[in-house]
């Protein structure tokens, strides 16, 4: 088992930034694929980005290219996204998630690649 667990939500103002933080229990983070998701009331949850084990790769959705960055400090079992230009839609309870399979080559980007979730924080932007 791996917990997840997210920090780092709030209230912004459009435009803003905030960055969330997704800390992992278990070393074998270092060796999983990590994503961020977010679900709007309402909404199905949707993926907005993900990074590869090694840092090698990163893909985000078409919505938060160019404003949202996912990282990774493996060191700290701890992946990030940082978010910028903020906007109303962007508004979602953010929930972090981890591939269970080690040194997966092909980046997971579906609901069910993933195997371990975070509770979720709130990330709200008012216009």
């Known amino acids: 088992q791996v917990q997840l667990v997210e920090s780092g939500g709030g209230l912004v103002q459009a435009g803003g930034s905030l960055r969330l933080s997704c800390a992992a229990s278990r070393r074998t983070f270092s060796t999983y694929a990590m994503g961020w998701f977010r679900q709007a009331p309402g909404k199905e949850r949707e993926f907005v980005a993900g990074?590869?084990?090694?840092?090698?790769?990163?893909y985000y959705a078409d919505s938060v290219k160019g404003r949202f960055t996912i990282s990774r400090d493996n060191a700290k079992n701890t992946v990030y996204l940082q978010m910028n230009s903020l906007k109303p839609g962007d508004t979602a309870v953010y929930y972090c998630?981890?591939?269970?399979?080690?040194?997966?080559?092909?980046?997971?980007?579906?609901?069910?690649?993933?195997?371990?979730w975070g509770q979720g924080t709130q990330v709200t932007v008012s216009s």
């Open positions: 998630a981890a591939d269970g399979r080690s040194f997966r080559r092909v980046l997971p980007t579906a609901l069910d690649e993933y195997d371990y």
């Open positions: 990074i590869s084990w090694n840092v090698g790769s990163t």
